[in-house]
């Protein structure tokens, strides 16, 4: 993706963080997918990780965030460089890739469910049997979440909701870069004011015993009227991101490497120790990571250049957080088999001891399982779905008199490539 500013073409082959890639923006993801998996371990473990363990469910937030983030980019830079195909074409491009990211893996998984194979959860073959309309129609954040592996289809089914906003926002929108972003910025505002009003009138609902607990902490956290603003926070980023990233103090190299990891180190300690607050929490922390997402973005950051050791660190953050998507949906199935794997006679049940190994073994062989399922099945539909995508987005025949073919059109320096999935 590009950073903004037409001179970084001139860079484009520098050495820097892995390739020049937002390889910070992957940290993040990373750090997002990992405290996901500190909130999901088998109950009795989780305490072993203090505030890790109870509050790891805040990576949902940083993904919320990200998903707008990253989408919003691709969007507004596709608007820039591809705008004389016009609305139809790039909201066709745009649900290409969309739905290649996401169906495919998603809507096998449900028909493995489905099957009720050995080795899976058998409830949740029993419940697609009877309520498989929900997740088909990605409407599942409505509904109880009964099974760990369903359950964590909730937060897909917003953020399935919000692409659908997006596409429709393209339809009729897409076709210049600023009318887009206007576009953007007008439904995030829309979007933040009515998660706000959602949210009090349900602690107002609630204070007053209209409501149950159990409703009441449902709808907060898993409606998508309540959820939206953290991915309107990213899509505001995303659209401040192509002025910031053109300023001189986004660009300048000093301080680059410590202020980087500085961040990072303050969103993990916001993901752990931020308290909930029931009307303005969601926003709070939205606007924390969308900020983190800002700074690790920026030029200086992508075009900083790491020590060996520092690069070796880096490399399994980044790493995981390009395979985040499939780990997501991948650890509920991997969890159960890792904690029947592990014996119970050298590491008990509720051991610290237990809660280590099996966390590390669940990290490593859910990455694994990711990496497969996206070498050998994600990615060759990605490709096709991309070069489908850039035929739907090729200029049209240039009249005589326009630029050479090899000429370069204008913004054709700033174009971008489709991020990879944000879940």
């Known amino acids: 993706m590009s950073v903004g500013h037409p001179s970084e073409a001139r860079r484009e082959h520098t050495p820097g963080v892995l390739g020049n890639r937002m390889a910070f923006v992957d ?4 750090i997002a997918i990992l405290t996901v998996l500190f909130h999901h371990l088998p109950s009795g473990l989780g305490h072993h990780f203090g505030k890790l363990g109870e509050w790891g469910g805040r990576g949902v937030d940083l993904f919320f965030v990200l998903s707008g983030f990253l989408i919003g980019s691709t969007c507004l830079e596709r608007a820039h460089t591809s705008g004389e195909r016009g609305t139809i074409q790039q909201a ?3 649900w290409l890739l969309r739905s290649a990211r996401i169906f495919p893996l998603y809507f096998a998984l449900l028909a493995v469910y489905a099957l009720g194979l050995p080795g899976f959860n ?30 964590i289809f909730w937060s897909l089914a917003i953020e399935e909701q919000f692409y659908l906003a997006v596409g429709l926002l393209m339809l009729v929108c897409s076709r210049r870069r600023d009318t887009l972003a206007s576009a953007f910025l007008g439904l995030s ?4 004011a009515v998660s706000l009003v959602y949210r009090h009138e349900l602690f107002t609902l609630h204070a007053d015993g209209q409501i149950s607990d159990n409703t009441y902490i449902f709808k907060l956290f898993h409606s998508t009227l309540s959820r939206m603003d953290q991915l309107a926070v990213g899509l505001i980023t995303a659209i401040a991101s192509h002025t910031l990233n053109g300023w001189k103090w986004m660009r300048s190299e000093r301080m680059a490497r410590l202020s980087t990891w500085a961040v990072i180190a303050l969103c993990l300690g916001v993901l752990v120790y931020f308290p909930h607050r029931p009307v303005v929490g969601f926003l709070v922390i939205g606007l924390v990571f969308g900020a983190c997402v800002l700074w690790v973005q920026r030029p200086a950051a992508r075009m900083l250049t790491l020590g060996r050791w ?26 159960p088999w890792v904690d029947k794997l592990l014996p119970t006679t050298t590491l008990p049940a509720d051991s610290g001891l237990r809660a280590i190994v099996l966390l590390a073994v669940w990290i490593a062989v859910t990455t694994v399982l990711a990496a497969l399922s996206y ?3 994600e990615e060759p539909i990605l490709s096709a779905a991309r070069r489908k995508s850039r035929r739907l987005l090729q200029p049209p025949a240039q009249a005589p008199g326009a630029a050479a073919p090899g000429r370069p059109a204008e913004g054709e320096l700033m174009a971008g490539v489709a991020g990879p999935p944000a879940s």
Do not use: C, M
């Open 92 to 94: 066709k491009a745009y």
């Open 310 to 335: 520092e690069a070796r660190a880096l490399w399994p953050l980044t790493y995981i957080g390009k395979l985040s998507f499939g780990l997501y949906i991948f650890h509920p199935i991997t969890r």
């Open 27 to 30: 940290v993040l993801r990373a």
């Open 375 to 377: 070498r050998f099945f």
């Open 122 to 151: 058998p409830d949740v073959a029993s419940i697609l049997h009877d309520w498989w309309r929900p997740y088909v129609t990605f409407t599942s954040n409505y509904f109880g979440q009964i099974t760990l592996e369903l359950g």
């Open 189 to 192: 505002l829309a979007a933040i």
